[in-house]
């Protein structure tokens, strides 16, 4: 424990840029653990972060020194813990620049928020011949709700393809805005190659022809600044659990005119103005859409995350991340049979690749006897992967403590898998 402490310090104020990033690892006391009696080398990223004891001290915190429900209570502790989860939207709203805080809703993720839009805004406002528009590179939780809209509306859901290297193809994009364009749903970054999309020109041309855009932050949020003010969208969805804060809490930016006039998606309590059985009506935004008991610990537990990330500066995590995925690529390139799948410019720190003869299971279970631990699969994208003609890839997926030597672990740990299959 006295590791970690000592890892908890605030930033050294002669620090390079990128440098002295890799001690924060002291900040993470899972990432002193061994597995499978190795140094756990964890690049999984993607998938969920860890978390800073700064994020699990707030949690427990909160329990010990301020649990009491929400927006209901006279008593002081409950006007504490109301306060409390009040302030963590504001950090919120600081994070994704929004304009008011009111335009943030707690959600359980990055799913339920698509789905919130989904259920609310897209069922209301969306009829049959209208069209929504996504890209080839989305995750399943940014495909499948607008698939059950159209089954419901009638709407028709159209797909840009991307290239070759796994960057959209903004001509195509174009191509395929027009006046039935009803909504665009998009991935600020793709979890499975690491493109970055150009967000905010996507929403000048959606918004020409009328769309509403939702921009899908789960995989940039932790990894880049985001400013929903200045990539003007309409809607922004992000997971708590990939930006080192706690599984179960999220949140969905939504531009405040188009929340005001969406109705609730879950009735309960919480979520409303009035009640008799003749009929109710709804209080305003966030409330109308955070029926019942929120996850108030892990609200309060993302705010606490948030400040961490704001402490070592998202300037310094994306310096570092770029590095190092610098360094990664030049470590896998040098692999024999092993191909990058997503080589887009000015990509983000996600290595996916195949290796001949390998499947990417088969080598993630071999990575694990390693303690290096990876992600193989679809990466519940199972569209993008038959674009590229493969059943899956394996993914290694960058985070602010991660260093060379995780990156040298992973390219000997995938030589010795080699070794392995070839009987050396
Ligand atoms: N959108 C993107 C781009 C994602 O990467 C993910 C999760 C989600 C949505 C869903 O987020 P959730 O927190 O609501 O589950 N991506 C991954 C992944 O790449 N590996 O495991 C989960």
């Known amino acids: 424990m006295s590791v970690v402490l000592q890892g908890a310090r605030a930033n050294a104020p002669g620090d390079a840029p990128a440098a002295g990033l890799a001690a924060r690892k002291a900040d993470f006391p899972i990432l002193a653990r061994s597995v499978r009696g190795r140094r756990l080398v964890y ?3 993607a998938a969920t972060t860890q978390k800073p004891e700064a ?11 301020s649990n009491a429900n929400i927006h209901r209570g006279v008593h002081w502790l409950s006007q504490h813990s109301t306060d409390l989860y009040e302030e963590s939207r504001e950090r919120v709203r600081a994070l994704l620049n929004a304009a008011r805080s009111e335009e943030i809703v707690f959600t359980r993720g990055t799913t339920e928020a698509i789905n919130l839009v989904a259920y609310s805004w897209a069922r209301t406002n969306l009829k049959a011949g ?10 399943h939780s940014n495909i499948v709700p607008w698939q059950l809209v159209c089954a419901q509306t009638g709407a028709v859901l159209r797909v840009a393809p991307i290239g070759d290297e796994g960057a959209l193809d903004l001509d195509a994009f174009d191509a395929l805005l027009g006046p039935r364009t009803r909504l665009v749903a998009v991935a600020h970054v ?3 190659l690491g493109t970055v999309n150009p967000v905010a020109r996507l929403v000048q041309r959606a918004h020409a022809v009328g769309a509403v855009v939702l921009v899908d932050g789960a995989q940039a949020v932790a990894h880049t600044a985001v400013d929903v003010q200045a990539i003007g969208c309409d809607f922004y969805a992000f997971s708590g659990h990939k930006l080192y804060g706690p599984t179960g809490i999220g949140a969905l930016y939504g531009r405040h005119e188009l929340l005001q006039a969406m109705p609730p998606w879950q009735g309960g309590g919480d979520m409303i103005r009035t009640v008799s059985f003749e009929a109710s009506t709804w209080a305003d935004a966030p409330q109308r859409f955070e029926a019942g008991t929120p996850n108030i610990a892990g609200v309060v537990a993302l705010g606490a995350a948030i400040d961490y990330l704001r402490s070592v500066g998202i300037d310094r995590i ?3 991340e770029h590095e190092l995925l610098a360094y990664g690529t030049r470590a896998l390139e040098a692999i024999p049979g092993l191909r990058l799948i997503g080589t887009a410019a000015g990509k983000a720190g996600i290595l996916s690749f195949t290796i001949d003869g ?3 299971h088969d ?3 071999i990575l694990d006897t390693e303690g290096v631990a990876i992600r193989a ?3 519940c994208t199972m569209p993008l992967m038959k674009r590229f003609g493969i059943p899956g890839t394996a993914r290694a997926s960058l985070a602010l403590y991660n260093d060379e030597s995780d990156v040298d672990a992973l390219a000997a740990a995938i030589r010795r898998a080699q070794d392995l299959f070839e009987g050396k």
């Open 318 to 320: 994306a310096a570092h």
């Open 43 to 45: 690049l999984d990223n």
């Open 55 to 65: 994020v699990i001290e707030a949690e427990a915190r909160y329990y010990r020194e």
């Open 190 to 192: 793709s979890n499975a």
């Open 363 to 365: 080598l993630g279970t």
């Open 358 to 360: 390998i499947h990417p």
């Open 130 to 139: 209208d069209e929504i528009l996504i890209t080839t590179m989305e995750h």
């Open 377 to 379: 699969g679809h990466h």
